[in-house]
T-cell receptor
């Protein structure tokens, strides 16, 4: 399967715990994007990363949220001290280095439920 | 933030009918993408439009980019139940509000 992979697909956390969401981009893609989608709402941009660099984090909440895309391994979206309002579907997308960077290929998402 | 507004928000039609979905913005985009999302899945890229006035066809789907590159439309001819889904336009990192289409057999 050469598509974007996300895991876990479903994640349940109690308030105050940490959530770690993983994303492996498509082979050959070096740009990764994270989005959040609430029920009945569109996709909200969170952060754009390249290997070892955060390019744009203008959509990322200032506290408790962080993202990384290390030289080796998947991209990680980390949410510390989760609250009920963090419950949502989190999608990762990737795109190629050259050509049309805004043509994004999405993973299946991680559905986070905070109890 | 560059806002992309889509209309209508919801659309329910009979199989075989035609429909048009609109995506409008006050900002100019170098390109716009259209995606379709099914429940429980991530969006799937349908097309990219780049040039003002450009028209692209994908089987029964016709996409148009406005001359000023601020708006786009998606026209579906003879809709089928398999077309049911959430249609999203996007420019850079900004996604539209979405149009939820239901095609009734």
């Amino acid at each position: 399967n050469a598509g974007v992979m996300q895991n876990p697909r479903h994640l349940v956390r109690r308030r105050g715990q940490e959530a770690r969401l993983r994303c492996s981009p498509m082979k050959g893609h070096s740009h990764v994007y994270w989005y959040r989608q609430l029920p009945e709402e569109g996709l909200k941009f969170m952060v754009y990363l390249q290997k070892e660099n955060i390019i744009d984090e203008s959509g990322m909440p200032k506290e408790r949220f962080s993202a990384e895309f290390p030289k080796e391994g998947p991209s990680i979206l980390r949410i510390q001290q989760v609250v009920r309002g963090d419950s949502a579907a989190y999608f990762c997308a990737s795109s190629q280095l050259a050509g049309r960077p805004y043509e994004q290929y999405f993973g299946p998402g991680t559905r986070l439920t905070v109890t | 933030t560059q806002l992309l507004e889509q209309s209508p928000q919801f659309l329910s039609i009979q199989e075989g009918e035609n429909l048009t979905v609109y995506c409008n913005s006050s900002s100019v985009f170098s390109s716009l993408q259209w995606y379709r999302q099914e429940p429980g899945e991530g969006p799937v890229l349908l097309v990219t439009v780049v040039t003002g006035g450009e028209v692209k066809k994908l089987k029964r789907l016709t996409f148009q980019f406005g001359d000023a590159r601020k708006d786009s439309s998606l026209h579906i001819t003879a809709a089928q139940p398999g077309d049911t889904g959430l249609y999203l336009c996007a420019g850079q990192f900004y996604f539209g509000t979405g149009t939820s289409l239901t095609v009734i057999p």
